[in-house]
């Protein structure tokens, strides 16, 4: 029962530095999505993507790249980490197109650039 | 664009007390779901309980039920007989059905404290 598997958990990153957080589920869902935390905010979307090959950008892409080659895999690149982007980001997936529409979210990763 | 607010960024409630988080939206939708998600300070963003716009009936999940208001776009979830472990971030958000492609649109959150 994996459900939704984020890591790493933490993150320290220097500024300019570039890394990927790994997302994977086991529960066949088409749709992935990428979010982010920030204090005194609700989660907003980073990007999405609907099936493997299929990707689109949520309300906050700027500074993130995704890619979808598998239905289970859906990593998140930051590609010049910069502070603005210390928050805690959450990979979650569902069904899509089901009336059944229930996001499974991973546990999280803190991300701090310094 | 959708939007989801939460009036009250923290909450507090005696154990075994009745509390009611609200929530209110907006959408042009008529087809939509809307969700309250808890968030313990383990960071994992946990389902409580969901809705249908096109159900008029509440929902209900044990101890918490919802009151869903369509017509005014409102969305409150009511927990009774508080226990500590109800301690959390509440967020209210709100999934467009006719293709799910926006993702979630969530409020900023409530902070629930549960005094002993």
């Known amino acids: 029962n994996a459900g939704v598997t984020q890591t790493p958990k933490f993150q320290v990153l220097k500024t300019g530095q570039s890394m990927t957080l790994q997302c994977a589920q086991d529960?066949?869902?088409?749709?992935m999505s990428w979010y982010r935390q920030d204090p005194g905010m609700g989660l907003r979307l980073i990007h999405y993507s609907v099936g493997a090959g299929i990707t689109d950008q949520g309300e906050v892409p700027n500074g993130y790249n995704v890619s979808r080659s598998t239905t289970e895999d859906f990593p998140l690149r930051l590609l010049s980490a910069a502070p603005s982007q210390t928050s805690v980001y959450f990979c979650a997936s569902s069904y899509w197109g089901a009336r059944i529409a229930e996001a499974f979210f991973g546990q999280g990763t803190r991300l701090t650039v310094v | 664009a959708q939007t989801v607010t939460q009036s009250q960024p923290e909450m507090s409630v005696q154990e075994a007390e009745t509390v009611t988080l609200s929530c209110t939206y907006d959408t042009s939708e008529s087809d939509y779901y809307l969700f309250w998600y808890k968030q313990p300070p383990s960071r994992q963003m946990i389902l409580v309980i969901r809705?249908?716009?096109?159900?008029?009936q509440n929902a209900t999940e044990n101890r918490f039920s919802v009151n869903f208001q369509k017509a005014a776009k409102s969305f409150s979830l009511k927990i009774s007989d508080s226990q500590l472990g109800d301690a959390a971030m509440y967020f209210c958000?709100?999934?467009?059905?006719?293709?799910?492609?926006?993702?979630?649109?969530f409020g900023k959150g409530t902070h629930l404290i549960i005094q002993p």
């Open positions: 809705q249908e716009a096109y159900k008029q």
């Open positions: 958000a709100l999934l467009y059905s006719g293709g799910g492609a926006d993702g979630l649109t």
């Open positions: 529960m066949n869902h088409e749709y």
